[in-house]
């Protein structure tokens, strides 16, 4: 007991030393190099705060082993969590990758450096990139919408019904004009997206493409893995929907609200509270009520 009490003494005493000395340095890179100073905080931030991440991931991978729960299961906050880890994992495969090779890690370090949006997953971004990097993905978004509305004009042509037909091409010129569609107008054209020439099995390439594109899925893969990934990413989200509707709007933080919206398509970055919680209900509204 004695010899154990005394080897917790020194890795105390050890631990207190290294972070003086690591304080220490972080000081003097601030005065001295602060735009490094900035990365190498914004690393060592990330490492930690990637490492607890991974701590809640096999909390919440526990949980479901022992409980015998699928994800749509899961509380909204855990789903999301699962959702957004996934998409990051998938984002570090190429870096990782290319790290293999030995002496590979200087290229690396040099691509990172360089290229942070395309490499470097949300933990490692400074809060300035990672308002820049949303507006980048948004304005990649944005450059998709006409494309999707426009697919969405040219099937309406082929529709049976006249009335149904009419109806969306209302909407389709409504929303090329800058209108907002609203809810009980969308609901009403529901039935035309079940089957041909909109049900997801029957959309133009093109179509699925754009629409890919806007849900941050490369469009660079055949047809049929295109609609098997616009299809999981669909669900996926609407899983979400109903987790959020279950635990209410007004149990989100501010964070959480913005990140719901921008994943759902809004540019959140510069939207206060109550606008994106105004957004989200319109949006559940419709959600929540379709099959």
Known sequence: LSAKAGSRSVLATLASKVKHINGRYERFLERTFPRFYVLYATFTKGIQALFLEVKEIRKIKSKMSHQRLSVQQLPYREMERLRQFRRDVIKAIPIGVIAIPPFANFLVIVLMYF???????????????????????????RDSYPDVVKS???????????????????LCTEVQRGSQPRVAELFAVRSLFSGSPLGLNKLQVSHVKALSRVLFL????????????????????????????????????????????????LNSTHLGMSECRAWLEQWLGLSCKLQ
Do not use: N
């Open 115 to 141: 290229f942070p949006r395309q490499l470097l997953i949300r933990y490692f971004w400074t809060p300035s990139q990672q308002v820049e990097f949303l507006e980048a993905y948004d304005a990649i978004r």
């Open 218 to 265: 490369t469009p660079h893969l055949p047809a049929f893995f295109l609609r098997h990934r616009l299809r999981s990413h669909v669900l996926e989200i609407r899983h979400l929907d109903r987790a959020m509707l279950r635990l209410g709007l007004g149990q989100l933080s501010e964070e959480e609200l913005k990140a719901a919206c921008y994943l759902r398509g």
């Open 152 to 170: 969405l004009a040219l099937a309406a042509h082929s529709l049976a019904d006249p009335q149904l037909q009419k109806r969306l091409q209302e």
